[in-house]
């Protein structure tokens, strides 16, 4: 369809939109007039009518005119920069660099020609600096002094290459990947959690020579039933759920009176009689519990130097902490949905909200002692992991986004983008496209604060981990939104800044020593795959994806070196339930296939009669280890990744353990337990941590991920 309105080709092109994209098939598609509008609507740029557009264009077209400087300049280490500056015409301009560190630098005013421009009521020149290619890394300061007048704004310099932490040194690692809430042990409340994450790293390092466990997104979720069980549908992406936190392990609970911690523990009891013989996990009861057992903890109070740990924690942390603190009390006074909420109280800074922070201060004070104690725990798992002798450690998983009624979205709501939400085009396994219910950073408005939200969850997350994987790092490059009333397949890409984003990644990480994953599979255009391995951020390589053009499995000398390879990922059931088809029956029975049940089972018995050629041909499928011929395929299939020049191996602990129930299945919601599904073994009875430490299954996968001889099967 051809667009109508050429302004507004123009305005979106401005915005990042992109007017046409090229579908799954390979067709080049247009977009409609319609979703640019609505789109435009939700940066706050009315396009409605053609007057309308071309007003919004030409009051973009001055704003850079009005600005002194621009509000954010990213760079790369090692490449110098043009700044254009505007002051008032025939005013003196100086430009300089304020270092991160408090030292300072001069740039160099270099030839521009642009005429002088009226701009409201004043003529403005323009002038354009050469920034020196040899800055050290860091967030520094521009300052522009022009007569009486200074402006300043941000210049981020990042490492042009991160690349493997120095503790891999020239080795190859690998590690498990778990969905923590899964792996229940006998401490636990019902489901897994952040002391369970310290044990499973010490068992992994110790007993199976792992560098590293990748563990699901840890997000806060809601702040009180009905806990949403996706952690990729997270209320904030900054802060912790506080659903991992173990009671005991709190410092405070080992000085509790008797009588306290036996309320406790009859707290305890009482969940687990209700939850603990369940094949799923219950988040609404284990939070009830939970709460009702900190609670008693933190009204016990602290030592003197616990409440300096405390204080130091909620003064790094600042107003976006106790904002976050704020709305968990919100939210129990009014619901989920903020939009809902009297109208003086959707605005954080409101002279209302902070009478009801006041009114409500020992709830408040209680949700922000909750972040600090995650965060403690956290920390404690991650030095258990290094202690143990990992050289990585806890890897933290990234979410793309938040949902719309989010304390983020409440807390920054100028941030992100209104009346659209994120998703992803028709492809061939969602051919109607998908509509994810995420609010959208705006890119305008993250560059306008200089990405200092974007900067405060990346560092956070890196604080206590060794590792970050990103789902869909294609969203720092762009996102697919779609306006409020339309199919997804009325959507558009919207364009992120990605030299400022990844930038901000690399220089994060660097300064934490951590890897970093992108989860690239899925339609990823090949400049964003090359760019990223210029920039030492390791790709996603899953075994079952990897195809060559003509559609032949990769041979494993063609995986990349900078890449996670693995066999199989959460969005697909472990590998002996693939090989069983079991997804296939599952998909039969919730009606989500597009074709007959027996037509599917037919691809899949193709595809894994290629497996076993390749793996065959290869020697890596041997018949006598005296395991069964499931496990066999397993266990060649993890012997493959080991074939592969990839730097970064990862095993998935259902793999492990025999698993064969998926975490997740794509396009249901509750038709199927998504992320409730408790570790289990071949036979689908739920594990206990301690039953996976002397696991022979895992004692076999371990071999196999260490290039070992695989020992003898026992049964």
Known sequence: MAHLNPTLVELADAFGIATSFTDWKGRPTDIEDDTIVGILAGMDVDASTPERAEAALTELQLRSWRRPLPPCVPVIEGDGTHVTVHVDAGAPAVLTVQLEDGGWRDTYQVDDWEPDRWVDDRLVGQATFWIPADLPTGYHRLRLESDEKVAESTLIVSPRFLGFPAGMGSRRVWGYSTQLYSVRSLESWGMGDLADLADLAIWSTTQQQASYVLTNPLHAAEPMPPIEPSPYLPS?????????????????????????????????????????????????????????????????????????????????????????????????????????????????????VAALAKEHADDVAFNIWLQWVADGQLSLAQNAAKDAGMCIGVMNDLAVGVSQDSAEVWMDRDVFAGGVSVGAPPDHFNQ???????????????????????????????????????????????????????????????????????????????????????????????????????????????????????????????????????????????????????????????????????????????????????????????????????????????????????????????????????????????EYPNWRVPLSGPDKRPLLLEEVFVNPRAARLAAVMNGQDVPPATH
Request: charged content about 30%.
């Open 236 to 352: 904030s992406r900054r802060y912790v759920s506080p659903l991992y936190i173990r009671p005991e392990s709190i410092a405070e609970y080992a000085t509790l009176p008797e009588k306290k911690r036996q309320q406790i523990q009859a707290i305890k009891d009482d969940l687990m009689a209700r939850v603990g013989e369940l094949d799923r996990i219950e988040r609404d009861p284990i939070w009830t519990a939970k709460m009702d057992a900190l609670r008693i903890v933190y009204d016990d109070g602290r030592s003197a130097a616990r409440q300096m740990s405390r204080d130091d924690f909620v003064a790094r942390e600042g107003r976006s902490l106790q904002h976050f603190a704020i709305w968990c009390v919100l939210v129990s006074l009014h619901g989920m949905n903020w939009r809902e909420w009297p109208e003086d109280l959707r605005d954080p800074e409101s002279p209302a």
């Open 432 to 670: 109607l496209g998908q509509d994810w219910g995420q609010s959208p950073w705006r890119p305008d408005r993250l560059e306008e604060l200089a990405y200092e939200p974007f900067r405060a969850m990346v560092a956070g997350i890196l604080r206590h981990s060794g590792g970050i994987r990103i789902d869909h790092i294609m969203g720092l490059f762009r996102l697919w939104w779609v306006p409020a009333g339309m199919q997804p397949t009325k959507g558009s890409y919207v364009r992120y800044a990605h030299e400022a984003m990844v930038g901000i990644v690399i220089l994060e990480a660097t300064r934490a020593g951590a890897l970093v994953v992108g989860e690239d599979l899925g339609t990823v255009e090949p400049w964003v795959r090359t760019y990223l391995r210029e920039r030492g951020v390791l790709g996603t390589s899953v075994a079952w994806f990897e195809r060559d053009s003509d559609g032949v499995l990769l041979p494993p000398e063609r995986y990349r070196e900078y890449c996670l390879a693995s066999v199989t990922t959460h969005d697909l059931p472990p590998t002996t339930g693939y090989l069983e088809g079991n997804h296939l029956r599952l998909q039969d029975r919730l009606g989500v296939l597009t074709e007959s049940l027996d037509h599917e089972m037919e691809g899949l018995r193709r595809e894994l009669a290629e497996w076993k050629e390749l793996l065959a041909s290869r020697g890596l499928l041997r018949a006598g280890e005296g395991v069964d011929e499931v496990e066999q395929m397993v266990l060649a299939m993890h012997r493959f990744l080991t074939r592969t020049p990839s730097r970064v191996l990862n095993a998935a602990l259902t793999d492990a353990v025999g698993d064969q129930r998926t975490q997740n299945q794509p396009g249901t919601i509750d």
